[in-house]
């Protein structure tokens, strides 16, 4: 298996697979009824898709174990080696209402989400962590580009060069359209502070009505230690020759503040200088430890 390069679309790096079949990509017609999970990788996408797929399925445990996360909930553009299908193939198999998943930032969204006024969650974290966790996803998927050293790897992220672009811009997109375009934003970092609060509020987003004691269930099925042991959400069917989970695992740490770890306080420096500069425009409440 070759790890596939990066190609540029309409100014993002997107993985090659991907600009391969973007016009299929762009013009995905979603139904009024989708509902869309966003976020930029490793923001804590199979965390929200757990948890709408349990509020959908009133708290059904059996549920979230029928079958693997990407087929219960396809992610619109990935296109993988086979025999695993692509988030298209999936999609055009299942009827609405569907769940489906994207790393695409907002301009690349395909126009029919917004036009049908599909309901969007938008799930975003914090930068550090978010890279340190796109750093060891970049190890073991070996369809990704080669992460190298983290230092370089550092750079890369600040300066937009990695699968699906810009974090900044990635976070920033999403934030200054969530009232006009009726997204809910929610952040990994509240999640694991107050999972209930959250659950809660992905529920009213969704219009749906559900007990507290099914989201307390909820709860507890999508704590990380539940879900790390769930082989229907921690990859574990993925074969080998994409994910190698000998590497690093794919329910790595989920935790927040793990950046600390990573960043030496030279790079931290140097990170914070150049976000200060990135985030000057907007005021996104991320937090870097709860
Ligand atoms: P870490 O690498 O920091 O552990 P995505 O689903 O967007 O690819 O994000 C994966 C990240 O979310 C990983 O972060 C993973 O461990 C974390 N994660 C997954 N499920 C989680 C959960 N239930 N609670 C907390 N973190 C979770």
Not at 62 to 91: H, N, Q
Not at 130 to 136: E, Q
Not at 188 to 214: A, F, G, Q, T
Request: include cysteine; glycine fraction near 4%; charged fraction near 25%.
């Amino acid at each position: 298996l070759k790890r596939f390069p990066l190609i540029d679309v309409q100014g993002v790096p997107l993985m090659s697979t991907i600009a391969a079949n973007w016009k299929s990509i762009s013009e995905f017609s979603p139904d009024p009824s989708d509902l869309l999970i966003a976020t930029y990788p490793k923001a804590g996408t199979t965390w929200t898709q757990e948890i709408v797929d349990l509020l959908l399925h009133n708290g059904d445990a059996e549920m979230c174990k029928r079958a693997p996360t990407t087929v219960r909930i396809p992610f619109l553009e990935i296109v993988s080696p086979p025999p695993i299908p692509s988030g298209l193939d999936l999609l055009k198999q299942m009827k609405p209402p569907r769940v489906i998943k994207t790393h695409l930032p907002i301009q690349l969204v395909p126009k029919g989400f917004w036009e049908n006024k599909c309901k969007v969650i938008y799930v975003a974290r914090n930068a550090k962590d978010n890279a340190v966790s796109y750093f060891h996803f970049d190890r073991m998927n070996l369809t990704q580009p080669e992460p190298g050293p983290w230092d370089g790897y550092v750079d890369k992220f600040m300066k937009g060069q990695l699968g699906w672009g810009s974090w900044y811009d990635h976070v920033k997109g999403y934030w200054k359209e969530r009232k006009e375009r009726n997204i809910l934003y929610i952040f990994y970092e509240d999640m694991k502070e107050n999972p209930h609060k959250e659950i809660e509020r992905i529920m009213r987003y969704m219009d749906l009505s559900v007990p507290d004691d099914v989201i307390e269930r909820i709860v507890q099925l999508t704590s990380f230690n539940v879900m790390k042991d769930n082989p229907m959400a921690n990859y574990s069917y993925m074969p080998k020759p994409v994910f190698d989970q000998s590497i690093s695992v794919f329910m790595r740490k989920g935790e927040v503040g793990d950046w600390v770890n990573h960043f030496t306080p030279a790079q931290s420096q140097v990170f914070d200088e150049d976000y200060a500069k990135q985030m000057k425009d907007v005021n996104i409440p991320f937090r870097f430890s709860i």
